[in-house]
């Protein structure tokens, strides 16, 4: 019933940008707290950036910070991340969250996308 289906992943090279998209079905969006998690090879899946109800408070892992930029749609039942200044280090599987509880803990979160690949490289 609930599905999270992630848009807007590629191949860009260091220094650009990509705007990645979540629309959610099957779950009351406005009332979820939403999440971008990633995952790199070899790796855990790692807190990206988390937005409440609102939409008004924001929270981002030190390593994105002035440079992603979380946000919502519940209009449209969508989320969003801007990403900037795209780094190697950011290539991974990029997922959205839905949950209930504004943390930055992936167990946290209720229901997950099946993730769109980023790839920074030159």
């Known amino acids: 019933q609930v599905q999270l289906v992630e848009s807007g992943g590629g191949l860009v090279q260091p220094g650009g940008s990509l705007r990645l998209s979540c629309a959610a079905s099957g779950v009351a969006f406005s009332r979820h707290v939403m999440g971008w998690f990633r995952q790199a090879p070899g790796k855990e899946r790692e807190f990206v950036a988390r937005?409440?109800?609102?939409?008004?408070?924001?929270d981002y892992v030190d390593s994105v910070k002035g440079r992603f930029t979380i946000s919502r749609d519940n209009a449209k039942n969508t989320v969003y991340l801007q990403m900037n200044s795209l780094k190697p280090e950011d290539t991974a599987v990029y997922y959205c969250?839905?949950?209930?509880?504004?943390?930055?803990?992936?167990?946290?979160?209720?229901?997950w996308g099946q993730g769109t690949q980023v790839t920074v490289s030159s």
């Open positions: 937005i409440s109800l609102s939409g008004i408070n924001t």
């Open positions: 969250a839905a949950g209930r509880i504004f943390t930055v803990l992936a167990r946290s979160y209720d229901y």
